[in-house]
C-alpha cells in the first residue's frame, strides 16, 4: 500500500512540476505542489514553492495559509539541522569514551594531567586579560598548595 501512494505521489509531483513549466506564473500548481510536498516532509522544496506562492498570489483567501506553511518549514528545518548537530555530538563523544577507555591506567593519568594544565593555562591567560592576577606564578603556586 505504501508503495502505491509513494508512486502516485511522485506521478502527483511530476504533473504539478509540468503544470508549473507550461504556466510559471500558475499560483495553484505552486500552492499544490507545496502542500504535497510539505506532507511528505519534503520541507525545503515545499519552502521555496510556498514563498514562489506568495509572490504569484498575494491577494488570494490561500496565502495566509501558505505563510504559515512556510513558517512550519522553516521551523522544521531547523529543529532538523539542531538534530542532526545534537546527533554528531554524541556520536564525537562516544568516540572520545571509547578511545579513553582503551588507554592504559598510566596513558588516562597522563591525559588528565595534560588537560588540568591547559585548563590552568587558559585560566591564567584569561585573568591576566582581566587583570586580575599581577603575579601569575605566585598566584598558580599557590593554588596548587
Known sequence: MAAEDEQQSDLAIAQYRRAMQAR????DAH????????????????L???ERFVELEPHSKQTALAKRAATLCRMQMQQQSQLVRFHL?????T??????????????LWLSHLIRLRLLKQW???M???RIMKEPLQTIQKIRR
Request: hydrophobic content about 45%.
Open 89 to 93: 555530538s554524541v556520536v564525537q563523544a
Open 124 to 126: 591564567t591567560k584569561s
Open 24 to 27: 510559471p506564473d500558475f499560483g
Open 48 to 50: 521555496v514553492l510556498w
Open 31 to 46: 500552492f499544490n505542489l507545496a502542500l504535497l510536498l510539505t506532507k511528505l516532509d519534503r520541507c525545503a522544496e515545499a
Open 95 to 108: 568516540m572520545y569514551t571509547t578511545y579513553i577507555q582503551q588507554l592504559s591506567h598510566y596513558q588516562r
Open 128 to 130: 591576566l586579560r582581566l
